[in-house]
């Protein structure tokens, strides 16, 4: 396998995304994703995110084991969740769920600054070799509880989550900028919806729930599980 097929590999997935998202737009909304998006995937290598043993796997539309019983979440989710957010170039982003990467990756495609965190230290600092020699320079990462979000660059333009915790984490919200959006599944792993939070300029939240979907389980609820890398 050769940059060449990776490419080739990549460009089929982005046709795939684009074919499947056509199907569901009802759900999400809109009558297309941004293009804008499907540029950034069709850029990021994937492959270079993913354990060697199942790069050959990368470009399906399924989820991938990245080790930890943790899975990079499919091709169409990505997107589907980076096209909800409606991100802008000067966006400040907080990431919960770094896994090895990819998602910051595309992320910082599309944003200004993306700070990520994760919960398990050799998937945090894997994610940092991956990023740095994809030559991300926008992306900071910390090991912590994502359920605490990260105080220290609050508030937040946008922020994603890419594990479902059973509500809504409040410490999540409250770094939220008035005006910002966050994406995030929520609910018990047999009833998890993918769900959209705005929060107004008066800073008044409101929820709605897009489609159901099966993410792993935010670990970490307790606040003291915190820790700085």
Do not use: C
Not at 99 to 117: I, N, T
Not at 156 to 178: E, G, H, S, W, Y
Not at 205 to 214: A, N
Request: charged share 25%; glycine share 6%; net charge neutral.
């Amino acid at each position: 396998m050769n940059a060449k097929f990776f490419e080739e590999q990549r460009r089929e997935m982005v046709t795939a995304i684009r074919a499947i998202a056509e199907r569901i737009t009802a759900e999400l909304g809109k009558t297309a994703l941004d293009e804008r998006v499907l540029r950034a995937m069709a850029k990021v290598p994937r492959h270079e995110f993913v354990p060697v043993e199942v790069q050959s796997y990368a470009y399906l539309n399924q989820p991938i084991p990245i080790g930890f019983d943790k899975t990079m979440s499919q091709p169409l989710m990505v997107a589907v969740m980076t096209d909800l957010l409606e991100l802008k170039p000067d966006d400040t982003v907080l990431e919960i769920g770094t896994g090895l990467g990819y998602q910051s990756a595309v992320l910082a495609e599309l944003a200004g600054r993306v700070y990520s965190v994760e919960i398990i230290d050799e998937l945090a600092q894997r994610a940092v070799q991956r990023l740095k020699r994809q030559g991300y320079t926008n992306v900071a990462v910390r090991v912590g509880n994502g359920y605490a979000g990260w105080p220290k660059h609050a508030p937040f333009d946008k922020v994603m989550v890419t594990a479902a915790p059973d509500l809504i984490p409040p410490p999540l919200i409250n770094q939220l900028k008035t005006g910002g959006r966050m994406v995030i599944p929520v609910g018990l792993p047999v009833a998890q919806q993918l769900v959209v939070v705005d929060k107004d300029l008066n800073g008044r939240v409101t929820t709605k729930e897009i489609m159901p979907v099966l993410f792993s389980v935010l670990e970490g609820s307790d606040e003291s599980a915190f820790r700085a890398s």
